[in-house]
């Protein structure tokens, strides 16, 4: 079956330090690929994602390239803020129907001290 | 246009009773998700829904759990007879559920369920 496997936390930067969090996965098929960022109470929200191998996704500064040699999806940012302290979740799935669903890993917390 | 909305967002039950959980999807979305936090872990698939039908229940625990998605309303999960270990944040996410997907699932912000 499906899985993904983040590396282990939890992580703690200065601001303006460069982020990178790793994200292996194990699907059948071509996948989509995600990141979802939980701040503290609230739900989960959609950071990026990619849909085919190469792609790059892209926002708030938060990038992630879909490489299937590898089956990674790592996330990277330049420079982090305060602000970016949150629980980040690499997640899959696949096009539609029962495979629609969203495998996550385990996610890892990211404190971003002053 | 209002995000998925989940109410309660926090619920107490004392063992043995019964817990109501319920999602309004978005506006114009036909397809709900389940998941459950556990702590100290990812989010578990629970199950699928569209409207009247269950596509895929294959995270459900098999006794005690139940989930609709009636024609009018909102879905609801339904735990009978909570136990501890019950106790997570259960979250619900929708989507268009159109043909051509996938279709990011959004998030609403959560139940969290505490057995006492």
């Known amino acids: 079956g499906n899985s993904v496997t983040q590396m282990e936390g939890p992580v703690t930067l200065s601001e303006e330090a460069f982020l990178t969090i790793n994200c292996t996965y194990t699907?059948?098929?071509?996948?989509?690929l995600f990141w979802y960022v939980q701040y503290p109470g609230e739900g989960l929200q959609l950071l990026l994602k990619a849909t085919k191998a190469d792609d790059k996704g892209s926002n708030k500064g938060f990038e992630a390239t879909y490489r299937k040699e590898t089956t990674s999806f790592h996330l990277e940012k330049g420079s982090v803020q305060v602000s970016d302290s949150a629980v980040y979740f690499c997640?899959?799935?696949?096009?539609?129907?029962?495979?629609?669903?969203?495998?996550f890993g385990k996610g890892i917390t990211l404190s971003v001290r002053p | 246009n209002a995000g998925v909305m989940q109410n309660p967002r926090h619920l107490v039950r004392r063992r043995g009773q019964e817990a109501r959980l319920r999602c309004s999807p978005m506006?114009?979305?036909?397809?709900v998700y389940w998941y459950r936090q556990l702590p100290e872990e990812g989010l578990k698939f629970m199950v699928y829904?569209?409207?009247?039908?269950?596509?895929?229940e294959s995270g459900m625990p098999k006794e005690r759990f139940s989930a609709e998605f009636p024609k009018e309303g909102p879905s609801i999960l339904r735990i009978q007879q909570v136990v501890r270990g019950d106790s997570a944040a259960y979250f619900c996410a929708s989507s268009p559920g159109l043909a051509g997907g996938p279709y990011e699932q959004y998030f609403g912000p959560g139940t969290r369920l505490t057995v006492t």
């Open positions: 699907a059948t098929g071509y996948p989509s």
């Open positions: 506006k114009g979305h036909s397809h």
């Open positions: 997640a899959l799935s696949g096009y539609t129907g029962a495979n629609s669903k969203l495998t």
């Open positions: 829904l569209q409207k009247e039908n269950i596509i895929d």
